[in-house]
């Protein structure tokens, strides 16, 4: 498994991965005419926008093996400081497999490197136990559940998870 930086040339990759994901992973938590409407072009908009700015709102990682992308990591620096991990998503096919976990302790060591001192959090749907579980056992801590408002139109509530200084 090798982990480098994304490009601009990532982007249609990036898009169906983050479609794929989340149809897997939120088929019983968002509607399905959301997951299965507009959701594909919603993120190939995102990404397409994201990797062409002049000045990157953030930093993208692409986990790869055999030339073929397994995953990827997005983080961004915050205005309060600390550091947002705004999407971690691996093939739905290879989950289970590490892939995750290290896409995630390169995200720490990353953000200890850019930003020393400051937490690292992320935003992970309630009804995503899976999730939540897998953030535990990497010592995330759970905060408490909001609302998180879809342009969409719907709702559904989340939970921040924080690393400190991890």
């Keep these: 498994m090798q982990i480098r ?88 096919d290879h989950k289970g497999g590490g892939i995750g976990g290290q896409l995630l302790h390169f995200g720490f060591e990353w953000a200890g490197a850019e930003y020393p001192g400051h937490s690292v959090y992320l935003e992970v749907l309630q009804d995503n136990t899976a999730a939540i579980g897998f953030y535990k056992r990497h010592g995330g801590q759970p905060g408490e559940a909001r609302i998180a408002h879809f342009s969409a139109g719907f709702d559904v509530y989340d939970l921040e998870i924080t690393w400190s200084q991890p």
Excluded: C, K
């Excluded at 994901?21 to 908009?45: E, F, K, V």
């Excluded at 930093?59 to 600390?82: K, T």
């Design 5 to 92: 930086p994304g490009t601009e040339s990532d982007a249609e990759a990036v898009a169906m991965l983050h479609t794929a994901s989340w149809r897997t992973a939120y088929a019983h938590i968002m509607p399905g005419w959301y997951l299965n409407g507009s959701l594909a072009d919603d993120h190939r908009n995102l990404w397409r926008t994201r990797l062409a700015a002049e000045v990157p709102a953030g930093s993208l990682f692409i986990a790869e093996s055999d030339g073929e992308m397994r995953g990827f990591v997005y983080l961004a620096a915050q205005p309060d400081g600390r550091v947002l991990i705004d999407n971690l998503h691996v093939q739905p």
